[in-house]
């Protein structure tokens, strides 16, 4: 019975996972595989809980499949526009923040004050996810791709046969 509860406490544990990423004065840019809303008891964790250091400002979260409908109950009253964007301002009013959740699979684009340290690590806790992507056909997409941070675009490409000896790589400026 002992061995038992021990390997369903390991298997438990071996679902969370911890994720590091260095922050810098101004704007950091991150994809987030794991899911970091809630905590092991399963109670919600908001983004003030997640990233508690005061140096963070503003956290946006990409949100490739908003849509510009919305509806409206009362004519006088007015609507919260429905953005690509979900944004949570530490200094911000309650109405200002439509971002409460650190989710996975998502981009999010984090503000750091300018007078923060030049560099600082950041430990995010969560649940892994697998990878899933939604992408716009418009164009606007805005995904990361799991690299540690000695990997860069050339060395990433490397492992693919097919995209090792200089492909041609398309982009998308916007027009």
Known sequence: CLAAAFVVTSQ???QWVEETYTLKAGHNAIWLSIDCSKDKDGNAR????VLWNPDIEEVWQWNADATSTSF???PSAPTQPDS???VWKREGLPL????????GNRAYIIKVKATAPASFPTFLVGRPMPPDYLLNSLGTNFIGFPTQSTMNFTNFLSF???LKNA??????DGE
Do not use: G
């Open 167 to 172: 492909p041609q790589i398309f982009f998308y």
């Open 96 to 103: 200002e923040n439509t971002l409460s959740l650190l989710t």
């Open 46 to 49: 908001t983004v003030d809980q």
């Open 12 to 14: 438990a544990q071996a």
């Open 72 to 74: 409206i109950e009362q």
């Open 160 to 162: 693919s046969e097919v």
């Open 84 to 86: 690509q964007w979900k």
